[in-house]
Each structure stands twice: as structure tokens, then as C-alpha cells.
């Protein structure tokens, strides 16, 4: 669904370059997000669900499209096949350099993400009562972090450089589907889809140690080949394989409407970390292994990194779901069953929902259930211990208002309770094992006030509290969660001033999220050695950042040359250049935690429709 949105290894999410649909916004049809509370159908995750349906072609009226902007160009058509009377298509296709845009703004330290999206839908009617679909996704990424980056992080202070990673990353995706629906009868429809879905992932990450340049350079940057370097000390690769089969079948029996499916899905994984030489980390746990006690640093080993993990298994999933109504009020009841054997569990989810219609304003919903999440395949493959890690637990309760004042707005009120066991846990980020001690409770409210688009405007305001609470086993001291934010705002919209100009907007703020309590070891290497800082982890997130907020702003400007459409635009992420105080980084050479500097990003361009 998003590009650079996990890494295997050292690599982390790209700082800056965040994450990236790889859809783009008029390949969408719709999108139905839901908090939690989903029924039985959908398995394997228990944080919210996002429901995306891949947009059709029109049938009737073929329509092109393209976009040109600093980053890169996107082309589209949408229309009929041209080969079957009763086949639509739609088509994708954009390519995206972003080192380009980073250099032109500045953030050139960054990095150079590039990412390409090609997509392709048809869809025939074979019939009044079947339909079927094709679906096919090619998204490649890669990501370079060169010398020349390394060099460029010392803007704010020459000779300070805060990141000298090194990174080359590439990235292959592919999905192919086949989806068959036919109608039963009046009421009916069966849906039978078969997938295959490929991720091939190789990286390596390295060093550069510019400060240990011994030439005067008066504020200017050393030489490239002057610079020690150690390249591809860490190389990382992780494979993908899946190959799944879904049924699904919706039809009304006497006491309502029934829904129940089935899934079947083979999983080939092969993932391998190699570390090519001992690499000294200076962010470490104050119960990270160490040789010598008294060493204020950590040192990965070959010996505790290296692994190899493959692993083929196939997995199943059955479920079942009924509706029914009883005056105004509506109930769902449902279970799912999951046979997993990567952890070699059977797994069962009891599903509950009802819902009132307290009268033609107010509606009264309520959900309960049991959600499991299942392990990143990245934390089976990081250590040989890993690979039995069974799934997190989680039990959930919610009851949610929604008011209607008027026909476009509307007032949602979400409280929820969450309880959490058989949580993943770090144990050791030096060897790097895991284990489901943890356990812990979350629970908040989401509230939402939105108004819908009528005469020429939208808006939304959305505010969220959330308190939630781990511990790493039953007698451990309890912490914030990693996702806790007490409280996040959103307020945005969409103005339409005529036909020509669209305005939108949205400003958002967020409580900071947990940081650790640490302490700053200095000199740690000894005298006669460059000079290194430590920061030693004492405590988990006891501390919190500083709250974050950012305020994004586009303008569209539209004017008709005969039958084209030619659409001028202006998107700023974070006009006002607000720095996130959680996006920071430890700085060894310096000893100080460096917060990355807010931004502006702007992106200029033009969009063709015919």
C-alpha cells in the first residue's frame, strides 16, 4: 500500500521522505476506514482497518490523463478496452525522483528515495450475473545515501555532520489478482478471488567518518576520496512469496443476512542479515549485552547477528457472520478461525456488534471482540530464537454516537477500551531477540465533527485522546506504549471559490510521543581514540517529547483549452516549517540529540485532463 514504509536491517523509515501511497488519488474508488470493530472477514492485524477498492474504468467514455511536477510525471487513461464490448480499463502509471526535489529545497542530505507505480485494472461483464476482474500492481522502489548526503548534513554547523550513514536499497513489488463475482439468485453474490503477491528487498548500509579527516580545511568540506569510509557493513535481504485464494459469500436466510468465506494463503520467506565485521553502536539499552559492563557502547558481532530464515507455510482462515434486525435495533454476530503455522497456533476470534436507531438524528453503535496481530516477518527473521513468536492479543470494546444535525453534518463520538497480551518485547537489541511477555491496556475516544461538500465547501475537525499503557512481563514496571499520544487535533477543508480556483487545507497537532529517560557517556572510546559519545537507555519512554503540528496547504488553478483540462497546482507540506521534536537522532560525534530541522515542502505542477 506505501513505499518505504518498512526496511529489514539497519534501514529505517526515510527520514523526510516518510511514506508513499502507491496508489494514486484517481485510481481510488473508495477508501472506508474503520478504528476498529470490523467483523470476522478480516484477520492478522488489530490496530484499525483501510478498506481500499481500485477504481473501474468507464465503459463508456474513454478519458486521459498526466501530470508533470518537480518529482516526477504520472500518466492515465480510463476508459473502454477497445477489444470487448462489455471490458473497461484503467491505467496507471507515474515515476518519481525525489533527490531532485530534496536538492531544489535544500533537504539534499536526505537522501535520493525514487519509487515507481504502474497499475493496471480491466473489468468484464460476462453476463447479467458475473463480473471479473484483473488487478495488476508493479511498484519498485530504491534509495541512496551517498558521500555527497553525508556531507550536506552539516548545514546547521560546518564540520558538524549529524547522519554519515551510508545506504543503497532496492526494492521489487508486484501484486497480480483475479476476482470472479457472479449473483445468486435475487440477493445473493459469491465472490472468488486468487492472488500472488511478491516483495524482493535487497540493502546495505555502511559509514563515513569525514571528521576524521586530518587537513585543515577552513570550514570547507574534505574531499571525497580523503574521506574514510566502510561500505556495506551490514547487507540485508528479504523475499516475499505469497500465493492466496478467497471466497466469500453474502446471502439473506430467515433470520437476516449471512456472510462467511474462506482463506487460503502459502507464504515462502527468505530473509538473511550478514554483518561483515564487528560495528560499534553508541545508542544502546542499559540491559544490552555487553563483554565488559563498564563498556559505554555495544558492539554487533557477526557471531550474534548473521541469520538466515526460510520458511514455507500455508495458512487458513474460516469465518462467519450474521445480520439481523429487530425493530431499530441491528446485530451482527460472527467468529473467524485462523490456522497459523508460522507459530503454529490455532487462533479464534469472536466477533459482536449491535447497533440503535435511537431516532432519525442518533445512532448508537457498539462493538466487542478479539483481534490478533500477527508478528512482522522482520522480527521472525532478526534472530534464530524468533521464529516461533506467536501473535499479540487483543480485546476490544467500543461504543460509538453518531449525530446527524442536518443532511451534511455530522458528529461522530468513538469511546474504546483495549486490552493487550502476548505483546511482542524486545529482549536484546544486540542479538536481537524478541519474545510475547508484554502485556498492557489502551483505551481513548475519537470524535469527529465532519461537514460534507454542499454549495462549494467541506470541513472536518477531528480530536483523539488515547492513554495507553505496556509492560514488558506481569511484574515489570509499567510504561507509555511506542503509539501513545494523548491527544491529536485535525482540522481541515475544501473551498471551491468558482470554477476555476480549489483551496484546501489542514492543520494538525499531536501531543509528543514517549522517549526514553538516558544518560550521555562522553570520551568512550579513550584517549588516543576519536572522540565518541554514548547515550545509554536507563528508562522507557518515562519521558515525552515536545507536541508536534504542521499545516499543509494546496491550491488548484483550472482553466479549459477546447476539450483539454489543464490544471495548474501548488501542494506545501508543512507551510510553516514546523520542526518535529520526535524526529531526532543521536549525534555520537557531538553528544546531542539533533532534532531535524522543520521544512517546507513544496511541490509545483501541472495536470492535463482529456
Excluded: C
Aim: without cysteine.
Amino acid at each position: 500500500v506505501v513505499h518505504f514504509s518498512d526496511s529489514f536491517g539497519e534501514l529505517e523509515e526515510i527520514e523526510g521522505g516518510g511514506r508513499y501511497s502507491v496508489f494514486a488519488p484517481n485510481t481510488i474508488a473508495t477508501a472506508e476506514f474503520q478504528p476498529g470493530g470490523w467483523n470476522p472477514a478480516y484477520g492478522g492485524r488489530a490496530g484499525s482497518l483501510l478498506k481500499l477498492n481500485v477504481a473501474e474504468g468507464n465503459p463508456d467514455t474513454p478519458s486521459y490523463r498526466a501530470r508533470l511536477d518537480i518529482a516526477g510525471i504520472e500518466i492515465g487513461y480510463d476508459g473502454p478496452s477497445g477489444f470487448h464490448d462489455q471490458t473497461s480499463i484503467l491505467f496507471s502509471a507515474r515515476n518519481y525522483d525525489f533527490g531532485r526535489l530534496f536538492e531544489t529545497i535544500g533537504l539534499d542530505d536526505i537522501g535520493t528515495p525514487k519509487l515507481t507505480d504502474v497499475i493496471f485494472k480491466s473489468t468484464s461483464e460476462l453476463g447479467d450475473n458475473d463480473q471479473l476482474s484483473f488487478l495488476a500492481i508493479y511498484a519498485p522502489e530504491e534509495y541512496q545515501r551517498t558521500l555527497d548526503n553525508v556531507l550536506a548534513s552539516d548545514e546547521d554547523e560546518p564540520g558538524n555532520y549529524e547522519d554519515v550513514e551510508l545506504v543503497d536499497s532496492e526494492a521489487d513489488n508486484s501484486l497480480i489478482a483475479l476476482t470472479w463475482t457472479r449473483l445468486i439468485g435475487s440477493d445473493g453474490e459469491l465472490t472468488n478471488q486468487i492472488y500472488m503477491r511478491n516483495y524482493d528487498e535487497r540493502s546495505t548500509t555502511g559509514e563515513a567518518y569525514p571528521d576524521l579527516v586530518d587537513v585543515d580545511l577552513e570550514g570547507m568540506d574534505p574531499p571525497l576520496d580523503t574521506i574514510p569510509v566502510r561500505n556495506n557493513i551490514l547487507r540485508s535481504e528479504a523475499e516475499e512469496k505469497e500465493l492466496g485464494l478467497q471466497t466469500d459469500i453474502e446471502l439473506n436466510n430467515r433470520f437476516g443476512r449471512l456472510s462467511s468465506g474462506l482463506r487460503i494463503t502459502q507464504v515462502d520467506l527468505a530473509f538473511s542479515l550478514n554483518l561483515a565485521d564487528e560495528w560499534i553502536r553508541y545508542t544502546y539499552d542499559q540491559n544490552d549485552y555487553r563483554e565488559n559492563p563498564e563498556q559505554k557502547y555495544v558492539v554487533l558481532t557477526p557471531e550474534a547477528i548473521n541469520n538466515r530464515y526460510t520458511q514455507t507455510e500455508t495458512n487458513y482462515a474460516l469465518y462467519a457472520n450474521q445480520e439481523f434486525t429487530l425493530g431499530d435495533w441491528s446485530f451482527r454476530a460472527g467468529a473467524r478461525y485462523d490456522r497459523d503455522n508460522f507459530s503454529n497456533k490455532d487462533l479464534v476470534s469472536p466477533r459482536a456488534g449491535a447497533t440503535w436507531l435511537f431516532n432519525n438524528k442518533l445512532r448508537i453503535t457498539t462493538t466487542a471482540g478479539r483481534y490478533f496481530q500477527s508478528p512482522r516477518f522482520n522480527d521472525r527473521a532478526s534472530d534464530a530464537n524468533n521464529s516461533q513468536l506467536e501473535n499479540e492479543v487483543i480485546d476490544q470494546f467500543s461504543i460509538g454516537f453518531a449525530y446527524r444535525w442536518d443532511n451534511n453534518i455530522e458528529l461522530l463520538v468513538e469511546p474504546y477500551y483495549q486490552d493487550l497480551h502476548n505483546l511482542v518485547v524486545k529482549g536484546d537489541s544486540v542479538n536481537q531477540t524478541l519474545g510475547n511477555t508484554g502485556e498492557g491496556k489502551s483505551y481513548g475516544v475519537d470524535t469527529g465533527i465532519t461537514r460534507l461538500f454542499d454549495n462549494g465547501w467541506s470541513a472536518s475537525i477531528n480530536y483523539s485522546y488515547n492513554d495507553a499503557r505496556v509492560r514488558d512481563y506481569p511484574s515489570a514496571t509499567e510504561y507509555d506504549a511506542d503509539f501513545n499520544r494523548p491527544h491529536i487535533v485535525s482540522i481541515g477543508g475544501v473551498w471551491e471559490i468558482n470554477q476555476r480556483w480549489k483551496l484546501s487545507s489542514r492543520w494538525k497537532w499531536a501531543s509528543g510521543k514517549p522517549n526514553d529517560a538516558y544518560i550521555i557517556h562522553s570520551n568512550v572510546l579513550g584517549d588516543g581514540q576519536p572522540l565518541r559519545y554514548s547515550r545509554e537507555t536507563i528508562a522507557t519512554n518515562t519521558d515525552r517529547y515536545d507536541s508536534y503540528s504542521s499545516l499543509n496547504f494546496r491550491a488548484d488553478y483550472l482553466r479549459t483549452l477546447g476539450q483539454t483540462n489543464v490544471i495548474a497546482f501548488i501542494d506545501v507540506i508543512n507551510v510553516l516549517g514546523s520542526e518535529n521534536p520526535g524526529n531526532s537522532d543521536f549525534n555520537e560525534r557531538t553528544g546531542i540529540e539533533e532534532v531535524e530541522e522543520g521544512e517546507a515542502f513544496p511541490i509545483i505542477g501541472l495536470m492535463f485532463e482529456w
